[in-house]
């Protein structure tokens, strides 16, 4: 089964994108900020993150790059979750090999899953 970390600040949006995730058939894990989402990441081992940027402690780019420096995160696939427009993104975000940029006010929770099964290529 594969496994998706929701690093998500917002507590309503964690618990929405986790059961969707679940109920397609992902196993789920979820972290408050990047701090917690770096911790995470090590431990679960994900084959995906959906990465908010703007978050308590650490943000999600800054929580990217620390991945990307490690050998067990150079290869997790990325998709940046968050209300802040591609323009006024972090310009980091280009050279650490995010998958996709995603606005949630443009994306139902179910599409959300829709680019997650095209970003892991299944059907």
Do not use: C
């Not at 998706?4 to 507590?11: K, N, P, R, S």
């Not at 431990?43 to 908010?52: A, H, N, S």
């Amino acid at each position: 089964m594969l496994k998706i970390l929701i690093v998500e600040d917002d507590a309503a949006l964690q618990r929405m994108y986790k059961f969707k995730l679940e109920s397609n058939g992902f196993t789920a894990a979820v972290a408050s900020n990047g701090l917690e989402g770096l911790h995470q990441a090590e431990q679960f081992q994900p084959d995906l993150i959906l990465l908010d940027i703007r978050m308590p402690i650490m943000s999600g780019d800054e929580m990217l790059q620390r991945v990307r420096a490690e050998e067990w995160g150079s290869n997790i696939r990325v998709i940046v979750l968050t209300n802040i427009s591609k323009s006024e993104a972090p310009s980091i975000l280009q050279f650490l090999s995010v998958d996709r940029y995603i606005v949630k006010a443009h994306y139902t929770p179910s599409q959300v899953v829709q680019v997650v099964k095209e970003v892991l290529h299944i059907r």
